[in-house]
Nanobody
């Protein structure tokens, strides 16, 4: 069992930045594909970014490419999402996700989810 706890969400103006963190416990994340999803009000949860187990490859949704960066520190059992040039359309609850078996792809269905952290971008 992997427990994931997100932090770092909040209210920011358009054009600003936030850094989300996802702290894992229960298992070391070095063997897990890690990623971020988000869900805006009235919309389905959508893929944002993912990173391979060693951190050598990442994948991002087109809507965040060039603005969001995912990274991981396996020694700290933590994954990060650096979000720059934020837009009101980025407003959502952001969820950290983990999967022991999945490959790097946007349509993966993670085994484990965090509880989410709210990100609100004002115009």
């Amino acid at each position: 069992q992997v427990n994931l706890v997100e932090s770092g969400g909040g209210l920011v103006q358009a054009g600003g930045s936030l850094r989300l963190s996802c702290a894992a416990s229960g298992r070391t994340i070095s063997g897990y594909l890690m990623g971020w999803f988000r869900q805006a009000p009235g919309k389905e949860r959508e893929f944002v970014c993912a990173i391979t187990r060693g951190g050598s490859r990442t994948l991002s949704a087109d809507s965040v490419k060039g603005r969001f960066t995912i990274s991981r520190d396996n020694a700290k059992n933590t994954v990060y999402l650096q979000m720059n040039s934020l837009k009101p359309g980025d407003t959502a609850v952001y969820y950290c996700a983990a999967d022991l078996w999945a490959g790097l792809k946007s349509d993966w269905r993670p085994e484990y989810w965090g509880q989410g952290t709210q990100v609100t971008v004002s115009s």
